[in-house]
């Protein structure tokens, strides 16, 4: 199915079924979950490729049309798009920083070591794939982001090891093959599995939707605002390799005069001789190379076709192109110059927007964070443990270090000032200085 086939089904799907694109809800198990009995499975609930692939419109009462035609579509713009591409990678990568735990709730070493090693081991199996080796929680937290912003949803079951004395891996699980039921005031989660519905535990499983309100748990794709602009975008860029295929050398209308008749020639002969030598002039045209040059009498005429400036054409393709790229950006919540497109911005300018999209970052990451601790410490009760666990990622940036350090040295030196001043104490100073 091509682009163009599957944005005029998504566009018929939205018309009949206006009512049916809902707002969102979280379902996220507690960071600070403490387990005595586990209900954690050795097998999983779940089947990682479900094969439910076709059925797109499976009804629910309390939602109607489910959303994993939705979900697929969103995935094949992924993959066909440039500018779609990037902006998943990008905040993907950006979000999935590198990252360190912290143990809390013991000040013995020995036990922290212990707990450390216990935490190291864990991350080392915890991805699925056995054969991506050492893939570990890099690996884990890639995956975690990149299906949260290009379906929205992030699900996943915890399973343990035969004997049930640890964590075995996290499975994640394909968003397109969720439902949801609302029972009691409460959501429960299905996956479709083989036709039938099969409820995922709630002790093993995580759930996380981007974007959510309180009335649906299902999340929104990064890409849900972008298919109609993605649309025009690339039938401008199949317009432009159309009307710039022969950039190389412009349109040129071939005007060729009759020749001349003469006095002794009959009409079936000048007919025949005039059609030899336009058909010949036709085919020399026709036949030239980009570094050719046609060789004529003085009685053909070649004229140019197309606009004044030979730089007009594009110029106007990028112009409009540039629009078409400024809403995509806006779309996915980033700017053009982090997806490879330079405006000429200055550097001041550019700092200042990447330092929100950090913030935009450090706000997402609270998901990971929680999903990470809520995992390390479901291992640690499982080793009898009374312990908890702290998920940090490392936001820093060289991009400027040196503004930074040079507002913290000022916000210093006022603080020493204002001591020597009397007008606050060693104690209050102190305090200052550990805010910034």
Not at 118 to 139: H, M, P
Not at 333 to 354: Q, T
Request: proline residues 4%; contains cysteine.
């Amino acid at each position: 199915m091509n682009l163009r086939n599957l944005f005029g089904k998504i566009r018929k799907s939205r018309i009949n079924n206006r009512n049916n694109f809902f707002d969102q809800a979280e379902l996220v198990p507690s960071a600070n979950l403490k387990i005595s009995n586990p209900k954690i499975p050795s097998d999983p609930i779940s089947i990682r490729f479900p094969s439910d692939e076709g059925n797109y419109f499976f009804w629910n009462s309390a939602l109607g049309t489910d959303h994993s035609f939705r979900i697929k579509f969103y995935r094949f713009l992924k993959d066909n798009i440039p500018v779609l591409n990037s902006a998943i990678w990008t905040w993907t990568h950006l979000c999935a920083a590198p990252s360190s735990v912290q143990i809390k709730g013991s000040v013995k070493p020995e036990t922290v070591k212990s707990a450390e090693k216990i935490i190291s081991d864990l991350d080392k199996r915890i991805y699925e794939q056995s054969y991506q080796k050492l893939g570990g929680v890099d690996a884990l937290l890639v995956q975690f982001f990149n299906s949260l912003f290009t379906d929205g949803i992030v699900c996943g079951e915890l399973v343990l090891t035969p004997s049930g004395d640890k964590i075995d891996k996290f499975y994640f699980i394909d968003p397109a093959s969720l439902r949801f039921e609302l029972k009691n005031n409460r959501w429960e989660i299905f996956q479709q599995q083989e036709g039938s519905l099969v409820k995922l535990n709630p002790d093993s499983t995580f759930y996380f939707g981007l974007d959510t309100q309180v009335n649906n748990p299902i999340g929104k794709s990064l890409l849900s605002a972008v298919p109609f602009v993605s649309k025009v975008e690339q039938q401008l860029v199949s317009d432009m390799q159309k009307t710039m295929h022969n950039a190389g050398y412009h349109r040129l209308h071939v005007k060729i005069k009759p020749p001349e008749r003469s006095n002794l020639e009959s009409d079936e002969a000048y007919i025949s001789r005039a059609n030899n030598y336009f058909e010949k002039t036709v085919d020399m045209m026709r036949n030239f190379g980009p570094d050719d040059n046609p060789i004529t009498w003085n009685d053909v005429e070649i004229d140019y076709i197309g606009p004044e400036s030979r730089q007009a054409a594009s110029s106007a393709w990028y112009i409009n192109h540039k629009a078409m790229i400024e809403d995509i950006a806006a779309g996915v919540h980033l700017d053009p110059f982090m997806l490879g497109y330079s405006y000429g911005l200055s550097r001041s300018w550019a700092g200042f927007k990447l330092e929100l999209i950090f913030r935009n970052v450090v706000s997402i990451q609270q998901a990971a964070k929680r999903f990470m601790e809520w995992v390390r410490n479901i291992e640690l009760a499982l080793h009898g443990l009374d312990l908890e666990t702290e998920h940090n990622f490392d936001n820093a940036l060289a991009f400027g270090k040196l503004e930074q350090l040079q507002a913290e040295k000022m916000a210093l030196e006022n603080i020493r000032a204002k001591q020597n001043a009397g007008y606050i104490d060693f104690e209050e100073a102190k305090r200052e200085m550990e805010k910034i």
